[in-house]
């Protein structure tokens, strides 16, 4: 089975076979088994069954890799009786195609793991390597060795792939060379280079497969992950500057994915489950970018079977990826369908396509990309060749630009540039592929990204976990105060005001967060909420009153951002509508409705733990109907002699703790100024973060301690105090640090 993209054409292709006719008898196992291996039936014996040969690494099933039942009760191909069936080692292509040098050594054939060397004659000098491998997959390791020399062309040598030969031995500009693969192998690739005027060649150099030759999801991924990546990245382009002025995001761009699944009767459904699988691994990972693509998802055989239809995406409906995926997860394949009409996929697409063209306008229509994704056997037919169809769609995402220097516009409006071809093994590794693609590591400035592990077990684990954790500590003349903070820009840290005290100096104040420049960072200014007022409602019996208990601290020069050390996501944010999905223009409300939305909302705060780890405590904000029984308890506190617990406790916290339903975690001392977050998949959001509590249960400045009955904890909603964040984290005259972009409203 292989594996195409072309451009933005994208092919999985399965070993696919047509019959017709009427059920007759059930196929035998007799004579099918494989010395040195085994096999799998897709059917058991029935018509359409496919059986599957299987053998260990480095070999591969000859004569066949398969066989189909037929309706007639046999097997095509027939099992023969001087060839029996076994597991052959797997063979690489002949690398003695190179010119001017030696191969050593001269072998007829190479099998796995036959090692290879390369020497070039005197006057002529290698590029590529000089050491080669057969692998397992039936591939050379590294590169086509390619012995040149000084002479004048405006295009180096490009040598000759190992299994193939050349036609054509001028390198000029735009003098084409020709490949073909020898006897017994095929050609993946483009069979033709040209030489361009940048002395470059055009196209990917072509490859020699055998039938037994495969990609690995690896390499796959690598080369498909690495053009995906590139199309993602630019739309969202970090642009950290020497000076660290600002990481902007250009928003202008808009991604189109088209993604269609052959499933015409021949396909398993077992596959089809898997190319769905496929299908949401690669959604999933393109949405880790803080992209979101419009997506039309289809399955087609003879007829076309809409999914998620694309113009959805423009008519201002907000399609939510979750529901995208599982759109995809309950498509149940009806009746059968034979035929493969990739025409029709084609023409479909371009329809969208030419519906969207008029929908937002040529102009904008240039901001488009398109990448097309296609999962079939690549055989059509039904519906006439699609090639037509094809070109039309080229024309119209290239907009029929002509001549040189378009080539570069052209590849922009594709998304995918340089072509590629593969061919992977089994359509598992499909998934794998995927996951592979997109390595969310590589990709900075998302906010609170992150990764989970069972259980952390190091300071390193803590930091990938809680990247955004930043531990603040104020020494003055009364001695030191230890808070928590959450790192929500490259520059700011937001905390507790009430962990400064009146006459603190920036000096005073210590941030650490390891981003490998140094564990301490130093303070340029912090800045406390003007509403904050410790003494507000003394003569209302409230003598500590912690509204507004919220404040920026703004470091001196700028973290570095890894995947260890990342903002986290705050209120309010179109950051954090794209952690959370929202699609098109979204608001602050919305995000309070997905994020506060339960009676009972599950959040999490850290608590310090021995040496650099951090432990998790949960408890549960008491909202709606619940909250009035929760704040009530702010009347038990010490020396608080208010009668109405609204006035301690305002509409800008929210109450935790208790043990109804749940047994919360208290937060102690140490805790204070951390983040109080909720998990959406990969990213964390900061909603709140710890203020004051009704008891003080723990031993310690810190530790995991459970609530008793009444104790309550208040932690300010930064849904409340969007005003102070946007003031200092969005303001865009500020120059100085990159700055948020808070939504409207
Ligand atoms: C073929 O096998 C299936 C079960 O594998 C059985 O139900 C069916 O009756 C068989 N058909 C014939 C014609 O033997
Ligand atoms: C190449 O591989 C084959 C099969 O494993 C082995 O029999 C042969 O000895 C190897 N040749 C060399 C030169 O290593
Ligand atoms: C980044 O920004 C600088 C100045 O703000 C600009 O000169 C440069 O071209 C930008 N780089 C990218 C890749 O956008
Ligand atoms: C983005 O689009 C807006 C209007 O749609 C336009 O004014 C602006 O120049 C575009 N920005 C870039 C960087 O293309
Ligand atoms: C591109 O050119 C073809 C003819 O070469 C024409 O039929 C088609 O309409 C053109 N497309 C656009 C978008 O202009
Ligand atoms: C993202 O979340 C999924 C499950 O939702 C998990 O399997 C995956 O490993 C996570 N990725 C990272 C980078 O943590
Ligand atoms: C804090 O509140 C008290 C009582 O309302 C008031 O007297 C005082 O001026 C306030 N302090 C500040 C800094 O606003
Ligand atoms: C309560 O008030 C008394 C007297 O003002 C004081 O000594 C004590 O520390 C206060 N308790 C708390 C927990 O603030
Ligand atoms: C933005 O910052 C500038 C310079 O510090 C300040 O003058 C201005 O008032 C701020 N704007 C807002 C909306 O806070």
Redesign the pocket.
């Known amino acids: 089975m292989g594996f195409a993209v072309h451009c933005s054409w994208l092919a999985a292709l399965l070993c696919l076979h047509f019959f017709g006719g009427q059920v007759c008898c059930n196929c035998t196992e007799e004579k099918m088994e494989i010395e040195g291996g085994h096999y799998t039936l897709t059917k058991q014996l029935q018509k359409g069954s496919l059986l599957i040969y299987h053998c260990p690494e480095g070999y591969y099933p000859y004569p066949v890799m398969t066989r189909l039942c037929q309706h007639d009760g046999s097997w095509r191909k027939a099992p023969r009786k001087f060839t029996p069936q076994r597991c052959r080692v797997v063979e690489c292509p002949d690398p003695t195609v190179m010119e001017y040098g030696e191969v050593s050594p001269p072998q007829e054939n190479y099998f796995v793991n036959n090692e290879t060397t390369y020497e070039c004659y005197s006057g002529y000098t290698m590029r590529g390597s000089a050491r080669r491998v057969c692998l397992p997959n039936g591939k050379w390791s590294g590169s086509t060795p390619i012995c040149g020399r000084e002479s004048g062309h405006s295009c180096a040598d490009p040598g000759i792939p190992a299994g193939a030969s050349r036609a054509g031995n001028i390198f000029g500009i735009d003098e084409t060379v020709k490949y073909s693969c020898n006897s017994n192998l095929f050609l993946v690739g483009s069979s033709e280079r040209v030489c361009l005027e940048n002395g470059q060649w055009s196209n990917k150099e072509p490859a020699c497969y055998y039938k037994h030759t495969y990609d690995t999801s690896l390499e796959v991924s690598q080369a498909f992950g690495s053009s995906i990546r590139e199309s993602l990245t630019t739309l969202e382009s970090l642009n950290d500057t020497q000076a660290g002025k600002m990481i902007r995001i250009s928003k202008n761009g808009t991604l189109n994915i088209y993604i269609a699944v052959d499933i015409s009767e021949s396909i398993e459904k077992e596959d089809v489950n898997k190319a769905k699988k496929a299908i949401i691994t690669l959604i999933r990972k393109i949405s880790s970018f803080t992209v979101n693509p419009n997506y039309e998802i289809a399955f087609f055989s003879s007829a076309f079977y809409e999914v998620v239809n694309i113009l959805d995406f423009f008519n201002e409906q907000h399609v939510k990826r979750n529901t995208i995926i599982s759109i995809v997860d309950n498509f149940k394949v009806g009746q059968k369908n034979t035929g493969t009409d990739l025409n029709l996929v084609f023409k479909n697409f371009l329809d969208k396509m030419a519906f969207i063209k008029q929908r937002v306008g040529t102009e904008q229509f240039k901001e488009h990309r398109h990448v097309i994704i296609l999962f079939t056997d690549g055989a059509y037919n039904m519906g006439g060749s699609p090639v037509p169809t094809v070109a039309r769609i080229k024309n119209m995402v290239y907009m029929n630009h002509t001549g040189e220097q378009e080539t570069q516009s052209r590849e922009a409006y594709l998304g995918l540039g340089p072509k590629h071809y593969f061919r992977i093994k089994a359509f598992e590794e499909l998934q794998e592929t995927f996951d592979l693609i997109i390595d969310e590591e590589e990709v900075k400035g998302l906010c609170g990204l992150h990764k989970e592990y069972k259980e952390v077990t190091s300071s390193q684990e803590a930091r990938n976990k809680y990247p955004w954790l930043a531990s603040i500590t104020i020494q003055n003349k009364d001695g030191s105060t230890k808070c928590f903070g959450s790192l929500v820009n490259p520059y700011f840290v937001l905390t507790a005001a009430h962990c400064f005290t009146f006459g603190d100096q920036p000096k005073d104040v210590k941030v650490q967060i390891d981003d490998g420049q140094g564990r301490e960072k130093k303070v340029k200014n912090f800045i406390l909420h003007p509403k904050y007022n410790i003494t507000g409602k003394k003569d209302k019996g409230v003598p500590e009153f912690y509204d507004y208990d919220v404040a920026l601290i703004q470091l001196e020069e700028y973290v570095q951002i890894s995947s260890s050390v990342r903002p986290i996501c705050i209120p309010c944010t179109q950051e954090t509508s794209d952690a959370l999905q929202l699609v098109g223009v979204s608001t602050c409300k919305q995000q309070e409705e997905l994020l506060l939305r339960n009676a009972l909302e599950r959040v999490s705060f850290l608590t310090k733990k021995s040496g650099n780890l951090v432990d998790e405590k949960d408890a549960h904000a008491k909202l709606g109907a619940l909250r009035a029984n929760c704040i009530k308890h702010a009347l038990e506190a010490p020396n608080i002699t208010a009668t109405d617990p609204k006035v301690a406790v305002t509409d800008n916290f929210l109450c935790t703790g208790g043990q109804d339903p749940f047994r919360d975690h208290v937060a102690c001392k140490g805790d204070s100024g951390g983040a109080v977050f909720k998990n959406y998949e990969n990213r964390t959001i900061q909603v709140a973060l710890v203020s004051w509590g009704t008891k003080n249960l723990c031993k310690w400045e810190s530790g995991k301690v459970e609530s008793d009955k009444t104790s309550r904890d208040f932690h300010i909603n930064l849904f409340r105090v969007v005003d102070f964040l946007?003031?200092?984290l969005?303001?865009?005259?500020?120059h100085e640090y990159s700055t948020l972009e808070f939504l409207k409203d």
């Not at 969005?730 to 500020?734: E, I, L, P, S, V």
């Open positions: 946007k003031g200092i969005g303001n865009d005259t500020q």
